[in-house]
């Protein structure tokens, strides 16, 4: 069955990667971006929706598309966050166009790349193929590096050469390491897609040549890593958040990172399922802690808002990766739970400093003060936002960051003592830089656009509910979705 005749088959699959592939090219010709605005918070529901279908109707695999437990949690986070985010975002560029910050141009063009955007992430989660996986990781790239731009003033432009140069660097180490990837399961797959198929790969990974693979994981780790924001190869997320629209921030760190994480996650698998190769464990743990201790730190003498919480991506995808590299069911568990966690607090926080800077006219941190007096219900919406990020109980942070540490001493006890001090300096650095922007005199602001109701509850509406799945996941999960998470674990080895 091809790739085409599987999405006419199969309905979900159809709805998810065909509406924001045909949303891209549509709201790239169409004039008004008022409505251009309202089709996209359409258009990313009606994906969600689809993506909720495949709980009831998971699609047979082909040779370029499957899903299985794996993705089907990460394509219905994906369609929900990017639901959320183009919700905050019709409020968000509203109040930038009423200030001449964006042109109609920019903004047709805006909304276009928004929708490609998240075809190319649902493709690159959906694609059985490892050659078709790169190439959507890659597309990815290059349209978020377009809305990086978007401003267009010399800061930006550097943010978004800086994050295409890095990044395709990355993307082309991850190339080499899928070929090697592809010629050590040659011999054994025969030529074409089955070589390249995940599905089929796995079951007969343990006859793929070991040596090959090792050297593959190196190149893939490295490659993908730099696209996780993993230290040392982290140099373009600061500038690519603080730079690049708001709204674009929040799935940069909500979704693509995951994305990437998700990529590197299924070639771990691979390894695992070979019983000759070195441990992939010992190299994302070492990646992970040197995340986690460099944001930590870094966290301490950010003047930026929005580089400060890009920082804060860096030190918790650092903790994913830790948790994976320890490997078992519960820490397995844990950086499953702690993806889920962190793109919806991340949004949130992001959604938050999104209307912040358009209330105060500023992103240094120097120039917010006070925000609880200010503007009470967005001020204690980022108290509770960054309090969630940083750890604190009974948040669904706390609870997988928990995890990870109870499996941290169970298995490596050594390991937790650099582990725990990492998450400790972080807390300290942003409960401090907390003080300052949620509490004292509210300093002068000079913000731009015109919040009206609507636009305010636009914004608002999916910063608090994210909130609340944060807080309702550190208290209850549901079972079936326990048993998702526990099932997911034990495929991941």
């Keep these: 069955m091809t790739a085409l005749e599987q999405l006419q088959a199969a309905n979900p699959l159809f709805w998810i990667l065909g509406l924001p592939l045909g949303a891209a090219g549509f709201l790239a010709v169409l004039p008004s971006w008022r409505l251009a605005s309202v089709l996209n918070v359409f258009i990313s529901a009606a994906t969600f929706a689809a993506s909720l279908m495949l709980f009831q109707q998971r699609p047979a695999p082909s040779r370029l598309l499957f899903i299985d437990d794996f993705n089907i949690y990460l394509v219905v986070l994906t369609a929900f966050v990017g639901f959320t985010t183009a919700l905050f975002s019709a409020a968000y560029i509203a109040r930038e166009t009423e200030a001449e910050r964006l042109s109609p141009v920019h903004l047709r063009f805006y909304h276009s790349m928004y929708q490609a955007f998240l075809f190319t992430m649902l493709l690159a989660l959906t694609a059985n193929n490892t ?16 809305m990086v731009s978007l401003y267009r003033s010399r800061e930006a432009i550097e943010a ?8 395709s660097v990355g993307i082309g180490l991850a190339l080499f390491g899928t070929t090697l990837v592809y010629l050590a399961a040659q011999p054994v797959m025969g030529d074409g897609a089955d070589a390249m198929a995940w599905t089929l790969m796995i079951g007969r990974a343990a006859e793929f040549q070991p040596d090959l693979l090792n050297l593959a994981f190196v190149f893939v780790l490295v490659g993908y890593g730099t696209k996780v924001g993993l230290a040392p190869l982290h140099a373009w997320l600061p500038d690519a958040h603080a730079e690049g629209p708001t709204p674009i921030s929040a799935v940069l760190s909500g979704l693509l990172l995951n994305v990437a994480l998700y990529a590197l996650l299924r070639f771990k698998m691979l390894i ?12 994302m743990i070492m990646m992970g802690l040197s ?17 400060l919480f890009a920082y804060s991506s860096i030190e918790h995808m650092g903790i994913v990766t830790f948790a994976f590299g320890i490997g078992g069911p519960l820490a397995n568990f844990a950086g499953l739970l702690h993806m889920t966690m962190h793109s919806l607090t991340k949004s949130a926080i992001f959604f938050a400093v999104g ?14 003060r006070g925000l609880t ?48 001090l990492g998450l400790l300096l972080a807390f300290a650095a942003l409960v401090t830089r907390l003080q300052g922007l949620a509490f004292g005199t509210p300093a002068a602001t ?45 495929m991941l080895g």
């Design 160 to 167: 978004a050469w800086k994050y295409f140069i890095l990044c």
């Design 272 to 283: 695992s399922a070979n019983g000759q190769t070195l441990p992939a464990g010992p190299q």
């Design 373 to 420: 007096v200010s503007h009470p219900v967005l001020g204690w919406g980022l108290v509770v936002a960054v309090l969630a990020i940083a750890g604190m109980p009974p948040m669904g942070v706390f609870m997988s960051e928990f995890l990870v540490v109870s499996s941290t001493f169970a298995t490596q006890p050594l390991l937790a003592v650099p582990l725990i």
């Design 291 to 307: 995340s986690l201790f460099l944001a930590a730190f870094m966290l301490y003498r950010r003047g930026d808002i929005k580089r």
């Design 446 to 490: 000079r913000g731009y656009g015109r919040a009206g109701w609507l636009s305010t509850t636009l914004a608002y509406v999916p910063l608090w509910v994210h909130l609340a799945l944060v807080v309702v996941a550190g208290l209850w999960l549901p079972r079936p979705l326990v048993e998702w998470f526990e099932t997911v674990a034990r």
């Design 355 to 368: 209307v912040i800077t358009q209330n105060t006219g500023t992103k240094r941190l120097a120039e917010i």
């Design 131 to 146: 050659g078709v996986m790169w190439v959507a990781v890659e597309a990815a790239t290059l349209t978020t590096v377009l």
